[in-house]
């Protein structure tokens, strides 16, 4: 049976859930100052007491009719009789007359006939008497009744969301409990028979469950509350089960379970528990398989399962609203053909503004959206993005720091932690180095290119690609070979060679310096991809590579020793790889980058460092 989804618009389903929420937005509850912050005032409050409610004293000193003091000076001090002290919380029926004062603390109440606080600083006491060494105006350092907030005074508005000082204020007017809207709960629930929770320790066959916990903490920031009701097996009742649990909550949030396969039971427990289907598909990319429910008057949201999905959607329709910048888009896109698309981008600040580029892992992957900034949005209609400018909207802050972009190395990572720097790291291979360098985006990229016709590394690559304004700084030097497991029993390159057409291969992306040397060893070798098993088959990272081979997807790939060694693979060299940093020259000068090179120098790498290394090798 072919089943296609009717896919209503993002608007249609935003006014479904908006007028759901804006019924739940109005209902009221009362909530204790320790519990107000982050609420929203369903009240105007004014005030019923003057703030301070008596004139006090600013400064310890003594209380006075500045006009005694008017003569004071440095050299001339005015004596006068202290008739009595008031420390903060005394209240005593004293009054001064001329020629008089009081000893006085901070926060203490002004005594009758006062009108200035000299402070203790310009004064030198004797017995009951006291030299004045300062003249002081009226009013000085005295804190006036009512001066903060008067008596009857509109001090916060209706619909304020309060911060900790609004409930400074609301303490300092005696308002002990304040009428708030409600706030929302969701109920949360995962499904899925693979999925178990962080706590436990990973079987073969199972994922740990993100959504349940992402979701949690979107909603706490948000302000609102949810009561998590556990992971529901992909089973009918189970999961009614733990719907009907949760209906005691205003919005219940369930992911996976959304499409069309056989264990999507969301829309079938939603509609066996009396409740309806108001929406199953969105024209959106990613969550395109959304439920929107009803039971009773309770909102049953079914998100697809892909924590990407998941999450974008959550904040599509709850989420609150985002800042946004301009970008430019520098790289070439194609969008989702009839579906609104949100996709996750990084930033990279440079000093033309911002450039966005865009995160490709898809939506089954949780870093889609932990390593963006924030996301674009492509219209329905459009179906190429290409070098133009773009609006980003923004998760939180754009972190700044340098930007790293090129070929990935764990030594980078290294000598960021040694360097104690923030940067952007972005894997776009050696060559994708290379050219934003050119462009002025990256301000550091790491490159390891072998000019096959010289047999070195990089230089060659810079002056084909007339690569401007720029400098080369030595790095390290990486052992490339190829890895496998252990019952291969190879010793030697040539052993690989010799067995080459019975192993399945892992290959690296286009652009990567390991995919360049892989094809120099098969032409040395005179052997033609075509005859490779797993030639076109790319993984993006050294890790890849490893972990295809210890899953057992792959027999062999090329990549560095040490990521070998990590993963437990056997490992035969087969170059030695020069892995070196490209840097724009307006930049070389700059602090972090000067750090960056500092670090490359002392840090302790698991490679070879030539004695060179962190000196300029190329300059254009
Ligand atoms: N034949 C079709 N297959 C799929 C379609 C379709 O239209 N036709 N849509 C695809 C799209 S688009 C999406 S999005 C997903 C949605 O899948 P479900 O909502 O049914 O979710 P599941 O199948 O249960 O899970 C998908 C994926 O995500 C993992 N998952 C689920 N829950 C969690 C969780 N709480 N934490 C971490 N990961 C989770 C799950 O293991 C699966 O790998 O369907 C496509 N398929
Ligand atoms: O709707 Mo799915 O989220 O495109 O991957």
Redesign the pocket.
């Known amino acids: 049976m072919v089943r296609y989804?009717t896919l209503h618009s993002i608007e249609e389903v935003k006014s479904i859930i908006n007028e759901h929420l804006e019924k739940l937005k109005n209902e009221v509850e009362e909530v204790d100052l320790f519990n107000a912050v982050g609420r929203v005032l369903t009240e105007d409050i004014f005030s019923n007491v003057d703030v301070p409610p008596y004139d006090r004293a600013k400064m310890d000193g003594y209380a006075v009719k500045a006009e005694d003091t008017y003569e004071a000076d440095e050299d001339n001090p005015v004596e006068l009789k202290i008739i009595g002290s008031l420390k903060a919380g005394e209240v005593k029926d004293l009054e001064i007359n001329n020629g008089e004062c009081v000893e006085i603390a901070t926060g203490a109440m002004i005594p009758k006939g006062a009108n200035a606080v000299v402070m203790v600083e310009y004064t030198e006491r004797e017995g009951d008497k006291v030299k004045i060494y300062k003249a002081v105006p009226p009013m000085e350092n005295i804190q006036f009744t009512g001066s903060d907030i008067m008596a009857g005074e509109l001090v916060l508005r209706k619909n304020t969301k309060l911060t900790p000082r609004d409930v400074g204020v609301l303490a300092a007017i005696g308002k002990s409990r304040v009428k708030v809207y409600k706030k929302l709960k969701f109920g949360i629930i995962?499904?899925?028979n693979?999925?178990i929770s962080p706590e436990e320790p990973l079987e073969f066959g199972k994922?740990?469950?993100?959504?349940?916990y992402a979701l949690a903490s979107y909603i706490k920031n948000l302000g609102y509350d949810f009561e998590f009701f556990g992971i529901a097996k992909d089973d009918k009742e189970d999961l009614k089960e733990k719907i009907k649990k949760a209906l005691k909550c205003d919005i219940i949030l369930l992911?996976?379970?959304?499409?069309?396969?056989v264990?999507?039971l969301t829309e079938t427990a939603i509609k066996e528990l009396g409740g309806e289907i108001l929406v199953h598909g969105i024209k959106i990319k990613?969550?395109?398989?959304t439920i929107v429910g009803k039971i009773k008057d309770k909102l049953v949201v079914g998100l697809?399962?892909?924590?990407t999905?998941c999450l974008t959607i959550f904040d599509v329709f709850f989420g609150d609203e985002k800042n946004v910048v301009k970008a430019m888009f520098p790289q070439r896109y194609i969008s989702a053909k009839g579906r609104v698309e949100y996709l996750p981008v990084i930033l990279v600040k440079h000093k033309n503004g911002y450039s966005a580029y865009p995160i490709t892992k898809g939506?089954?992957a949780i870093t889609s959206l932990s390593e963006a900034d924030g996301y674009i949005v492509i219209e329905e209609n459009k179906e190429i993005l290409e070098n133009e400018e773009v609006e980003v909207h923004l998760f939180g802050d754009v972190k700044v720091g340098l930007n790293i972009i090129g070929s990935h190395c764990i030594g980078v990572d290294i000598i960021l932690k040694e360097a104690k720097l923030l940067a952007k790291t972005i894997n776009v291979g050696s060559l994708g180095g290379l050219l934003e360098i050119k462009r002025g985006e990256a301000d550091i990229a790491g490159i390891h290119l072998l000019d096959e016709k010289t047999n070195t590394y990089n230089i060659p690559f810079l002056e084909r690609y007339m690569v401007k304004d720029a400098l080369l700084i030595r790095g390290y030097i990486r052992e490339q070979g190829f890895m496998f497991r252990k019952e291969l029993e190879f010793n030697s390159i040539e052993d690989i060679v010799k067995n080459i057409y019975n192993l399945e291969f892992i290959n690296r992306n286009k652009g990567s310096g390991t995919r360049i040397l892989f094809d120099k060893f098969l032409k040395d070798n005179k052997i033609n991809p075509k005859d490779i098993k797993g030639y076109n088959i790319e993984a993006k990272t050294h890790s890849a590579v490893a972990a295809a081979v210890v899953m057992k997807k792959a027999d062999i790939g090329l990549g560095i020793r040490n990521v070998a060694e990590q993963y437990g693979l056997e490992f035969i060299p087969l170059a030695d790889e020069h892995y070196d940093f490209l840097i724009r020259k307006e930049r070389f000068n700059d602090e972090d980058v000067q750090k960056f090179i500092d670090a490359l120098k002392k840090a302790k790498l698991p490679f070879k460092k030539p004695e060179n290394c962190g000196d300029v090798i190329w300059e254009s």
């Open positions: 989804l995962s499904t899925g693979e999925l994922i740990y469950d993100i959504n349940s992911s996976g379970g959304t499409s069309a396969g264990g999507d990613p969550g395109k398989p697809p399962g892909y924590p999905s939506s089954g």
